[in-house]
């Protein structure tokens, strides 16, 4: 704090500890390992674990210190399932919102439907409205306010708004790339929980992966867990909903790829929005996946056939991944809304 004031200057705030090396390329020496070793022997080193997003018994969404990522379709409730994460961290920690796709009267009024305690918002929900590129003054500001805050979480609303802001192409790895060191790895590194909200096209909501749009660098970026939110029963403020994390990536291993984590709820009422989120235990995990857009179109192309068709043909026919075509076609037929019988050859 050179600037003699109890805020750190912006020089000092912007400095990347990565950067801050005792000679140029020092950061590919090796690294002494025997605390991190002893650590976690003796047990004064904690391992890896989600602490920030409760879904209840004694489970959680998002590392700290790591950069994790939501992407769903724009009506999926990203904003409602980072709010609601935001208004269970503002209880008892401070929580740094950089918003890109709305303006604070949207954003508290969310907050206030959600049952947030006005001076939490008041005193520990930071918000942050950025409307210029993010360069080196602006890079020192926010680091800055990271720096006095010592936030338990950083939400960045959205990332494709944040890159179009940049100018940078959302389809190029380098400019992807340099975005995350910038901002949300750098921002990671000083311990807080950073969760990136993306999106995904209608094509892609309708045929589900597990990655939004653009550069592969998204992934490589993400070094703590990254969902896809993917609508069961649409929902507003006027009808109650809700929608499913999907595990896409969880580099610590606490969720596996393609685990149903936790279900978003959204329940309008008098005073505004019951929003919980809620674990998604094993049982239910494995029998209640319904990849209800693909069972239309599976459904669609039998009710059209004029003779029995293979899963092969109907995966075929049936646009989207072969893999999810298959799975639908499997989810119809033990739910006992497609009859099989043995055909010529084996074939069914």
């Known amino acids: 704090m050179s600037n003699g004031s109890w805020m750190p ?18 950061s590919w020496a090796p690294v002494d390992l025997a605390d991190t070793l002893r650590g976690l022997q003796d047990g004064s080193v904690a391992r890896l674990a989600p602490s920030v997003g409760d879904i209840g018994d004694g489970h959680h969404l998002f590392y700290r210190g790591k950069v994790n990522g939501v992407a769903g379709d724009s ?11 935001c208004t269970q961290a503002i209880a008892t920690a401070t929580v740094v919102y950089v918003d890109l796709e709305d303006d604070q009267l949207g954003t508290v009024e969310r907050l206030v439907d959600l049952g947030a305690d006005p001076e939490a918002i008041l005193n520990r929900f930071v918000y942050i409205h950025p409307f210029e590129r ?19 979480l950083v939400v960045i609303d959205s990332t494709g708004e944040a890159l179009a802001l940049n100018g940078c192409n959302p389809n190029a790895d380098e400019d992807v790339a340099e975005w995350f060191r910038r901002l949300p790895a750098q921002i990671a590194r000083r311990g807080p929980a950073v969760v990136v909200l993306d999106h995904v096209t209608k094509a892609d909501a309708a045929d589900p992966g597990l990655w939004p749009t653009g550069s592969q660098r998204k992934r490589a970026a993400i070094s703590g867990a990254q969902y896809m939110l993917r609508v069961s029963k649409p929902f507003s403020r006027d009808r109650g909903g809700s929608s499913v994390l999907v595990c896409a990536k969880d580099r610590h291993g606490t969720y596996r790829q393609r685990q149903r984590v936790a279900e978003l709820r959204v329940q309008p009422t008098t ?8 674990k998604i235990d094993d049982a239910e995990e494995a029998s209640d996946f319904r990849p209800t857009e693909l069972m239309r179109r599976v459904s669609k192309t039998l009710e059209a056939a004029h003779e029995p068709m ?23 037929v033990s739910e006992g809304f497609i009859a099989t019988s043995a055909g010529p050859r084996g074939s069914v």
């Not at 005073?271 to 809620?278: E, I, W």
């Not at 899963?311 to 999810?324: P, S, T, Y």
């Open 9 to 26: 200057s912006l020089e000092d705030a912007c400095e990347d500890p990565y950067d801050a090396q005792d000679e140029p390329g020092a």
């Open 75 to 85: 009506n999926g409730g990203k904003s409602w399932l980072a709010l609601a994460v």
């Open 134 to 152: 993010y360069d080196r003054l602006a890079e020192a500001h926010l680091m800055q306010v990271i720096a006095a805050h010592d936030p338990a």
């Open 271 to 278: 005073s505004g929005v019951f929003v919980d989120l809620v």
């Open 310 to 332: 293979t899963k092969n043909a109907i995966a075929a026919q049936v646009a989207g991944k072969r893999a999810f075509v298959l799975e639908a076609t499997d989810v119809l």
